[in-house]
């Protein structure tokens, strides 16, 4: 029985391991931010009318932000996945939102833009239902 169990988290590893590498080899020849530029660009305009700074933290990730700016979006991508967290304060409360995009090795142009007007108008119920709940606190 243990022998089973074991198979299964080393595949379950390898595969986990081969994603990865699958990542270096995406980002050899691009940064994540440029592997994702229509998708940070689009929010930037919406979030910070286009004057929002990409702030890279490592290899695979990297910070959209202004300078003064009550909000900032994180990019994350790991395994073939991009992970966006967009955090908003509003009166000192933040409201965190966050999606996985499963898959994203190798966009286009159009699914990058739907990636990303996806986010923004999920976030813009996010933002709205967060304003009303903390001015009713």
Known sequence: MWYFILAIVGYLLFNFLWDLNKDSHDLQSTSVNKKFGVVA??????????????????????NLYKTGSNQIVNF??????????????????????????????????????????????EMFFVVENHKRNVLNT
């Open 41 to 62: 660009q689009a929010i930037n305009n919406v979030a910070y009318n286009g004057m929002g700074e990409i702030v890279p933290l490592d290899k695979r990730s990297f």
């Open 76 to 121: 994350q991508y790991s395994t073939g996945h991009l992970t966006i967290t967009w955090k908003y304060k509003y009166f000192q409360k933040e409201v965190v939102h966050e999606k996985q995009y499963n898959d994203v090795r190798n966009l286009s142009i159009f699914e990058q833009q739907a990636i990303a007007e996806e986010m923004i108008n």
